[in-house]
């Protein structure tokens, strides 16, 4: 994927813009149907699932996955913000501190060997307050009241997506190395989770959207970081088996859902999650040359990601990130962004992030 013939690439800020209102919209669609079956998806939907938010009705909410990506770029903003004024900071800690503030608006307490953060802006915006089935190895990892290394593990056996899907912001960091993106989402994943795959699957993806945000195209970007994943030290073998199961079965006709989840798994854990939403935007993807636009390319990666028997609402986060930072804002439906819970609030905390990055107001 290139932006030739005459079309611009999008600007930074379009980018980390698309990248975070594209993974809420995913989220949102993926949540209406986030613990349904495929049968249950095409009773309610019909034989095609669901294609949108057109096929609605009510409040198009977000889950804890948009929840969690949002303190992570409040997390980052912070570090940056302590860098900016002349002071070096923890990055981890200052993620670890917006995690806390996230548990503790889910109503849960991480006890009294924990730091008590101080609150800043993206805490007094009562949709993060609400409480959308989150993840437990998350609830529990921050509830311990440790901050979990790589070498210390909090939850050492937790592999789910709960990593993975809060880890696009940090690839939306300008100006860093590609190493450096990949040991910071690794690090802040292992607050959370222990497994290697859980950290590794975050780190790859912090890396895919790193990619694509300085403009390598699409297909470049994925096979790029299916290949760093296999050579990883002290690779969980899993993460690279997923992904090169993801680009082979791309590289087909479009399959079924029940075949999709065969090969890729349920898309429950860090790498399966993963897996699901690159086989959507690759499967999806316009052929070279091809004139498609990319909000129809959209659509039909979020129409994939989210039917299925899987978590649908990770899947379409993630998938919704990738394209974002592909595309920028150009690739997000705008009747789907009239629909979006609080789109203010993402938008919010992308202005904090492009300001912090780039200095534009």
């Not at 509830?143 to 940090?170: K, Q, W």
């Not at 760093?228 to 993460?239: C, F, N, R, S």
């Not at 993630?318 to 789907?336: H, K, M, V």
Request: overall charge negative; hydrophobic content about 45%; glycine content about 12%.
């Amino acid at each position: 994927m290139s932006f030739d013939h005459g079309i611009p690439a999008p600007t930074l800020k379009s980018r980390i813009h698309g990248s975070l209102l594209g993974g809420a919209l995913g989220d949102a669609l993926g949540y209406a149907v986030e613990s349904d079956s495929i049968a249950a998806i095409r009773q309610r939907f019909g034989a095609q699932g669901l294609a949108g938010f057109e096929d609605l009705q009510g409040p198009c909410h977000f889950s804890d996955d948009t929840q969690l990506t949002l303190y992570t770029v409040d997390g980052l903003v912070e570090a940056l913000e302590w860098a900016n004024s002349g002071v070096g900071a923890d990055v981890n800690a200052c993620l670890w501190l917006a995690y806390l503030r996230w548990l503790a608006t889910q109503g849960e307490e991480a006890g009294p060997s924990a730091p008590a953060p101080q609150p800043r802006w993206i805490d007094g915006n009562e949709v993060l307050r609400q409480r959308r089935r989150p993840e437990e190895e998350c609830i529990s990892g921050l509830a311990s009241g440790e901050m979990g290394t790589i070498s210390r593990p909090v939850n050492p056996g937790a592999r789910g997506a709960g990593t993975v899907m809060r880890s696009a912001p940090f690839g939306l960091v300008p100006h860093i190395t590609p190493d450096a993106v990949y040991k910071l989402s690794a690090d802040a994943a292992a607050l959370t989770h222990g497994h290697p795959s859980a950290r590794q699957s975050a780190g790859i993806f912090s890396l895919l959207i790193h990619r694509l945000v300085s403009g390598v195209g699409l297909r470049d970007a994925a096979a790029g970081v299916t290949a760093h994943a296999g050579d990883l030290v002290d690779v969980a073998p899993e993460l690279p088996e997923r992904l090169e199961a993801a680009l082979r079965l791309a590289d087909k006709a479009l399959v079924g859902p029940e075949e999709l989840l065969q090969v890729l798994g349920g898309g429950r854990t860090a790498e399966e999650a993963l897996a699901v939403a690159l086989y959507a935007v690759m499967a999806t993807a316009p052929a070279d040359g091809a004139d498609t636009q990319p909000v129809d390319h959209f659509r039909r990666a979020m129409a994939v990601a989210v039917n299925h028997s899987g978590p649908s609402d990770t899947a379409g986060s993630l998938a919704g990130n990738i394209l974002g930072a592909l595309y920028g804002e150009d690739c997000l439906p705008a009747q789907w962004l009239g629909a979006l819970e609080a789109p203010e609030v993402v938008r919010g905390m992308a202005d904090q992030l492009v300001k912090v990055t780039t200095g534009e107001g």
